[in-house]
């Protein structure tokens, strides 16, 4: 099993800047994947970015030129820099790691991430 704790997150004015990070500890793999994802209520969550242990990255179009994901597999851990926020980046976002060896990927509990206008 894997355990994600997540950090960062809070309230921010539009235009300004936030961090997330996500430490991932248990029965990791050195092939994985890890990222972030979104939700607001009512909604889906949906995908804002993910990096492999490779390095390579996939981001929502929504975030791409706003958002870096980031990560450093010496702690397990990923980053996400938000700039220039806007309040439709309100949601709850929550830390995935996935890997092959597991069916399903694992998730964190979710940190708030409130922008307002």
């Known amino acids: 099993q894997v355990q994600l704790v997540e950090s960062g997150g809070g309230l921010v004015q539009a235009g300004g800047s936030l961090s997330l990070s996500c430490v991932a500890s248990?029965?990791?793999?050195?092939?994985?994947?890890m990222g972030w994802y979104r939700q607001v209520p009512g909604k889906e969550r949906e995908l804002v970015a993910v990096?492999?242990?490779?390095?390579?990255?996939n981001y929502a179009d929504s975030v791409k030129g706003r958002f870096t994901i980031s990560r450093d597999n010496a702690k397990n851990t990923v980053y996400l820099q938000m700039n220039s926020l806007k309040p439709e980046d309100t949601a709850v976002y929550y830390c995935?790691?996935?890997?092959?060896?597991?069916?399903?990927?694992?998730w964190g509990h979710g940190t708030q991430v409130t922008v307002s206008s």
């Open positions: 990096i492999s242990s490779g390095g390579s990255t």
């Open positions: 995935q790691y996935s890997a092959p060896y597991y069916g399903l990927p694992y």
């Open positions: 248990g029965n990791t793999f050195s092939a994985d994947t």
